[in-house]
């Protein structure tokens, strides 16, 4: 069930009703119980790159409803913005993980918003399988790794928890972006599912979706996408996997956006850019059946962006969609376009098999069905110069509902940030919330959640495994039977 929370009889007195799509609320978070930039993995050991393996940044890659004040939200890749190794595009071991958080509205004793925002860590969830998976020999890339750059102290794995990681070169170089034993992960986008057990994440690198348990980080599945999103010729390089192939999702530009359905069975992914062969301004989703793993796919064509960042579902058929480009904070520029539109699957052409939309005839595309928020115009009306604006804003999730000035249910969208983890280039870990009534987004139906597990500190226990490290200072492959 969807909290509520009251005004006091003052506040409904004092402060008028809230026009909705409207910012009610913002708030910031910058560090947890462990300490300042630091979150509840307890990893205490440093990355390639000199970074703390347990930095806490980037939560606005993706951000998802768990019910109540519960949210869970994935940085990607990791911090790969210090340059150390061009040759693998500064990428490090940072373990894939999501962060569990409480943001908890209520009343604002005072303000130009009529709610504040406290946001608080909860807990850090590092995400593995309990098969092998294949990491990269370093061989060439200036790094002598022998299957991790780390010190055998300073691993990790023990024998049935294999990390993901944002290290580019972790990859089978014999197979496609797609191969399922690859260890390297680029998380984007996540939901949970309704039963509050799973969460499914969404990746750049295959691009892949995968189903991890909600507690201990476990991976219990992934999904096979359409083969035309993948590349078949792989490099730790963006740029050289770019120019080397000519079919397959861009590379950085894989699945961005990820979806669920209100009655929790349906996925629906969106690839952040078009494909190599496709129309430049033209993305691809994916929807995907849970239960049988099958799956559909459409064209949708840009406005004013340059890419998808991420999606929510209004209805079984309809989706909110942030598109944006990456000007504002970060980038050293005024934000121009960070729009959230509603778009319609209903009647459009499924695309799946095709290589080259261009080939296709009679296309019908995924209807955009309108502007829903130009945050750009609403901070900037609060006063928020465009300069402050996060160039990546890339997490959407409905939120908790709460109740106006005047009485009425609101409906809350929550719009984060990913700094990259530089809080002092791109700014802190944002949350803009908005409220809307009914009435501003027809069809719309939460989703139906079971109620989320009590916050905790899932993270990893590092204490007596740095023994093991030695023994798994190994190339590793993994068969996919467990996951069938």
Not at 70 to 97: C, E, K, M, Q, V
Not at 249 to 266: F, H, Q, Y
Not at 392 to 408: S, T, W
Request: glycine share 14%; hydrophobic share 40%; aromatic share 8%.
């Amino acid at each position: 069930m969807r909290s509520f929370v009251a005004l006091a009889l003052a506040s409904l007195v004092a402060t008028p009703a809230v026009a909705a799509p409207v910012l009610i609320a913002t708030g910031t978070l910058n560090g947890s119980s462990a300490g300042a930039g630091i979150d509840l993995s307890g990893l205490g050991y440093s990355l390639e790159n000199g970074l703390a393996q347990n930095l806490l940044g980037g939560l606005g890659s993706g951000l998802a409803y768990g019910g109540g004040t519960t949210f869970f939200a994935t940085p990607d890749r990791g911090p790969n913005a210090l340059p150390y190794n061009p040759l693998i595009d500064n990428t490090t071991s940072f373990i894939s993980r999501f962060q569990t958080l409480s943001l908890a509205l209520a009343p604002a004793a005072g303000g130009t918003l009529p709610f504040s925002l406290t946001s608080q860590l909860t807990g850090t969830t590092l995400l593995y399988s309990p098969s092998d998976l294949f990491y990269g020999s370093g061989a060439g890339l200036g790094n002598d790794i022998a299957g991790h750059p780390l010190p055998a102290g300073n691993w990790v794995n023990t024998a049935g928890k294999h990390y993901f990681t944002g290290r580019s070169d972790n990859f089978d170089p014999t197979k496609n972006s797609g191969n399922l034993a690859n260890a390297r992960f680029d998380p984007e986008s996540i939901r949970m599912a309704n039963d509050g057990k799973t969460v499914f994440v969404s990746d750049e690198y295959g691009p892949y979706v995968r189903q991890f348990d909600v507690k201990t980080g476990e991976l219990v599945r992934s999904f096979a996408l359409p083969s035309e999103l993948y590349v078949s010729n792989l490099s730790p390089s963006g740029a050289t996997e770019i120019s080397g192939n000519t079919i397959g999702r861009t590379a950085n530009k894989g699945m961005e956006g990820l979806a669920i359905t209100p009655d929790g069975k349906t996925l629906v992914g969106a690839m952040q850019a078009n494909l190599t062969n496709d129309p430049v301004g033209t993305v691809r989703l994916v929807t995907i059946d849970i239960a049988t793993g099958g799956t559909h796919e459409y064209a949708l064509k840009l406005t004013a962006g340059s890419g998808i960042s991420d999606i929510v579902a209004i209805d079984a058929t309809h989706f909110l969609i942030d598109e944006r480009d990456g000007k504002g904070l970060g980038d050293g520029t005024k934000a121009k376009v960070k729009n959230i539109y509603s778009i319609d699957l209903t009647g459009a052409t499924d695309v799946k098999g095709v290589v080259d939309l261009k080939t296709v005839t009679n296309l019908s595309y995924v209807k955009n069905t309108g502007l829903f928020i130009d945050l750009v115009a609403a901070l900037t009306a609060y006063g928020i110069p465009a300069t402050a604006i996060p160039s990546k804003i890339e997490g959407l999730a409905f939120g908790q509902d709460v109740i106006d000035a005047a009485g009425q249910t609101l409906r809350t969208l929550f719009i984060a940030n990913d700094n990259d983890f530089d809080p002092a280039g791109a700014g802190p870990n944002t949350f803009y919330v908005f409220g809307f009534r009914n009435a501003d987004l027809p069809g719309y139906t939460p989703q139906a959640i079971s109620p989320a597990p009590e916050p905790g500190t899932w993270g990893l226990m590092v204490a007596g495994i740095g023994a093991v490290g030695a023994m798994l200072r190994r190339r590793a492959r993994w068969t996919l039977g467990a996951l069938a």
